[in-house]
């Protein structure tokens, strides 16, 4: 039983020892050491050390290294003597799990100057001591700090020549030496700085506070003597007037401060010190000639008048005060706001009308693009509208619309024949086939001969053209079927001088040509032209554009219902004397019959110069 207890023991005793060693093993630090110098033989004397542990970049981020099974410093600080040695201790690289091949520590030396410090290479730290000194000192540069231009401070050195291109006013301190030295560029030499630290305050060293008793009024030059009482009249008799060349300065229960001279005249400052009720000064009188102060409620004469530069406006009446601050200089001017400031606008020309650009105000010729103007649904026109006195201005006045509503049709039929639209134009086809669907649209196709088109246009007598000028268009708006999305469809609508060519030379449409995806807005002046992408995709099926005409500034297309711009263009807008004519039309660019089926177009304009 003895042995047996015995070889127990024993076993306890061997799993024990293993378990300690195996963590002594596993937990082991590097003794760093290391003496730093610069090229020149300077140590970084009284420096400082700082190693930061370099994780292997082989490992994923995150990865948690331990020593012994527990988290090590992985920011090692120290310092360095008077001769740059030091002494630190990191984790051995061999004791570091997970085990790894490319884990480092980068060395930070920095002298007890204002060099940089030097950042060192990564640096593998194993075994029980390691000197680097020979592997530091290889990086380590020489240390400089670099004088300013004019005479000044340069910062904390060794040694003078550590100075870079010092002038005459350099200085700098000697860490060594603990004091200034300065330079002179006539000798170029440096001396010692006039002064140096304080040694004693009062006789006394060390942590030196002060006492009563440091200063005594002898010793400070034209000192008064001060007597101050909570109430001079508990003590039986007033204050006792000062010495020759004195003041006596003394506070009482009646009065704020009190003063009196050496011929025992007294003065006292303030009427009672009394809590006081809110919003009240201690001030003089508010009017008439100098007297005694005391608490008053403010009164306009207290305040002063500030300028504009201050945040004031310098003047005393309202009116003055926000004519002051007003941008307003010319009769006529209004005020408006820009993205950032209240600005004035300026009085129109004679006859214009104030309008909006849908950023800011504007006058812009009344009318104008529809500016002020109102469509009239029952008259099926633009008509203008003063929104001030709610009243049709020229709801008699001449205007004109095409309106064709193919879609209404109740009966099929075929033809080519001319018939009236709206209130003003014929419509005219072209001589290619035409069916009209009931309830669908009226369906135009090409033969099959190469550039064919067919079209159906607005005429006057037969000449196929619109019989106003463009400058009397307003808007238009369209629906029709594409019918086909082929590779060799062009399609386009809305009005343009010269019909049965594949590019007319003047014209306001929509259209999509063979090489494109989308329908695009087309402005056309002499055959130049300017096109904005509608975003619409061209497909086969129904698709609907309103387009709005602003004089020659600009024209808009819109999807119907909906107040967003696809897009707008601002060049080659046809000018008022060019007459516009054809509002439909397709032509291949193929061997293919191609076709398009108009269900509803109307046109708006109105008569220049209402």
């Not at 500030?306 to 209004?334: H, K």
């Not at 060799?488 to 999509?512: C, H, K, L, M």
């Not at 309103?546 to 967003?564: C, E, I, Y």
């Amino acid at each position: 039983m003895k042995v047996r207890g015995i070889m127990k023991i024993l076993k306890l005793f061997l799993i024990t020892l293993f378990i300690f060693s195996s963590s002594i093993s596993f937990a082991s630090d590097t003794s760093v050491t290391g003496t730093i110098q610069d090229p020149t033989g300077q140590v970084y004397a009284n420096g400082t050390v700082r190693a930061n542990f370099r994780p292997d970049p082989t490992k994923p981020p995150g990865t948690v290294y331990t020593s012994g099974g527990v988290p090590f410093p992985q920011i090692v600080t120290g310092v360095l003597d008077a001769t740059g040695t030091f002494t630190i201790l990191v984790t051995d690289y061999n004791s570091i799990d997970p085990p790894n091949t490319s884990s480092t520590w980068v060395f930070t030396f920095c002298s007890n100057t204002t060099a940089p410090c030097m950042v060192s290479a990564p640096l593998k730290i194993e075994g029980a001591t390691q000197n680097i000194s020979s592997v530091m000192n290889a990086q380590v540069p020489v240390i400089k700090i670099t004088a300013s231009a004019s005479p000044a401070y340069a910062g904390v050195a060794y040694l003078d020549g550590e100075v870079v291109n010092p002038i005459t006013g350099t200085f700098y301190t000697n860490s060594i030496v603990n004091s200034l030295r300065v330079y002179d560029a006539v000798t170029g030499t440096w001396s010692a700085g006039v002064g140096g630290g304080v040694t004693s305050a009062f006789g006394r060293t060390g942590a030196v506070v002060s006492v009563t008793g440091d200063y005594t009024v002898g010793q400070v030059t034209n000192a008064l003597d001060i007597t101050t009482f909570n109430d001079w009249t508990q003590l039986g008799a007033a204050p006792a007037a000062p010495a020759a060349g004195k003041l006596r300065i003394y506070a009482r229960s009646t009065d704020f401060l009190c003063k009196k001279s050496p011929s025992d005249v007294e003065s006292c400052f303030g009427s009672t010190s009394v809590p006081q009720v809110a919003n009240t000064v201690l001030a003089g009188p508010t009017s008439g000639p100098a007297g005694s102060s005391g608490f008053r409620a403010l009164v306009s004469a207290d305040i002063p008048l500030i300028g504009i530069a201050q945040g004031g406006t310098g003047q005393t009446t309202s009116l003055a005060a926000f004519n002051a601050l007003s941008p307003l200089t010319t009769t006529g001017d209004m005020l408006t706001r820009n993205s950032t400031d209240n600005i004035r606008l300026p009085i129109g020309l004679n006859g214009q009308c104030l309008t909006s650009n849908g950023t800011q105000p504007v006058w812009a010729t009344c009318g104008a693009g529809g500016a002020g103007w109102v469509y009239s649904t029952p008259n099926k026109r633009w008509e203008l509208f003063d929104a001030t006195i709610l009243t049709w201005l020229v709801g008699a006045k001449p205007s004109w619309n095409i309106e064709a509503n193919f879609g209404s049709q109740s009966s099929s039929f075929t033809t080519t024949a001319q018939m009236a639209i709206g209130n003003h134009g014929w419509l005219t086809v072209s001589s290619g086939p035409v069916t009209v669907t009931p309830g669908g649209g009226y369906r135009i196709t090409t033969s099959t001969v190469l550039n064919n088109s067919a079209y159906i246009c607005s005429a006057a007598l037969g000449s196929c053209h619109f019989p106003l000028p463009a400058g009397n268009l307003d808007s238009f708006m369209l629906t029709v079927n594409t019918v086909q999305d082929a590779a060799d469809t062009n399609q386009r609508v809305g009005f343009w001088a010269g019909v049965g060519t594949p590019t007319p030379t003047t014209g306001i449409y929509v259209e999509s040509l063979a090489a494109d995806t989308n329908w695009f807005l087309v402005a056309r002046s002499s055959s130049v032209e300017t096109r904005c992408n509608t975003g619409v995709a061209h497909a086969a099926g129904t698709v609907s554009f309103v387009v709005v005409k602003n004089a020659t500034t600009s024209l808009t297309v819109f999807t119907p219902g909906t107040g967003t711009a696809l897009c707008t263009v601002t060049t080659n807008i046809p000018a008022s004397g060019v007459n516009l004519g054809a509002f439909t039309q397709v032509f291949n660019s193929g061997t293919t019959a191609q076709a398009i089926e108009a269900i509803y177009f109307l046109a708006i304009g109105r008569i220049v110069g209402y």
